[in-house]
């Protein structure tokens, strides 16, 4: 699969209480999501940036997009060399450092997916499969941080 894939996605704010952005805490950071024929989804700033904490948040969605990402070439490069997945969780967490001038960015991500194979003659080649993972994820790709990975592989 060569070539060039185009993504489109709407960002609406939908924060805006009657007077616009006339001052900083005169606005929500309330935000809808859409990509058509999908659902849409409700986002917001992080709750110290006076974000909703029910909604998704864009650091939320980088680390969802991370996670995701590797678990779905994961499973490619697990087809590829005969390895059975049947179960994968990943408990992904990321660090965000703020600069002290209003900006900030992740200083590192580490993904630590739980996989589940099923036989135990699978679990090194599972092992391995995360280092192929890694080289093919796109959007781990496209971060100027370390995605870092502390897989755990078992037999069913």
Request: proline share 4%; hydrophobic share 40%.
């Amino acid at each position: 699969m060569n070539g060039e894939h185009q993504y489109r996605l709407r960002a609406t704010w939908t924060g805006d209480r009657g007077a616009g952005t006339t001052g900083y805490r005169d606005y929500d950071r309330s935000v809808s999501l859409e990509v058509d024929g999908k659902p849409l989804l409700e986002a917001s700033a992080d709750t110290p940036f006076r974000g909703d904490p029910a909604k998704w948040n864009p650091e939320e969605l980088l680390l969802g997009a991370l996670s995701e990402c590797h678990l779905l070439s994961y499973l490619y490069a697990c087809v590829k060399v005969g390895v059975v997945v049947v179960g994968y969780e990943d408990d992904a967490s990321g660090t965000l450092v703020e600069d002290g001038k209003g900006g900030g960015a992740f200083t590192e991500v580490t993904l630590r997916p739980r996989v589940v194979v099923a036989d135990e003659s699978m679990v090194e080649a599972a092992r391995a499969a995360h280092r192929q993972a890694r080289e093919w994820c796109f959007i781990a790709n496209s971060v100027n941080f370390p995605v870092l990975h502390e897989p755990e592989v078992v037999a069913a």
